[in-house]
């Protein structure tokens, strides 16, 4: 295993024993994951081709929105507040962090938690 792929699985260890991460998953740039976990006791949602959909499509929306970083700066991090979850991107160099949450969480303290907890 790779040093990356090993620094990917701790991160996404360490995400998943917050009581509020459902899923944390590192993806390329084409949408692929690279290593993704649930939460223990968290049933998926979405079957693994749904979420294939999911993560390139989170790929395609952080693509776009580089367009605009010269004049508005880079985005921190995007999210979706959904009524079963709360899904979050975060770009990491050339790789992305998908993050899904309980429904319920305080968007904003949840992603700094994150990057805390990534970088």
Request: with cysteine.
């Amino acid at each position: 295993m790779s040093s990356e792929i090993q620094y990917f699985q701790q991160k996404c260890d360490l995400l998943t024993k917050e009581p509020e991460i459902r899923f944390a998953g590192f993806i390329d740039m084409m949408g692929n994951l690279i290593v993704g976990k649930f939460r223990k006791d968290v049933e998926p949602l979405k079957n693994d081709d749904e979420r294939k959909k999911m993560f390139i499509e989170a790929v395609l929306r952080i693509r776009t929105r580089q367009e605009f970083d010269d004049n508005l700066g880079p985005v921190e991090y995007a999210a979706a507040r959904r009524t079963s979850v709360v899904t979050m991107t975060f770009l990491l160099d050339n790789k992305v962090l998908f993050v899904s949450a309980e429904p319920l969480v305080d968007i904003d303290v949840t992603a700094r938690k994150i990057i805390k907890l990534v970088k």
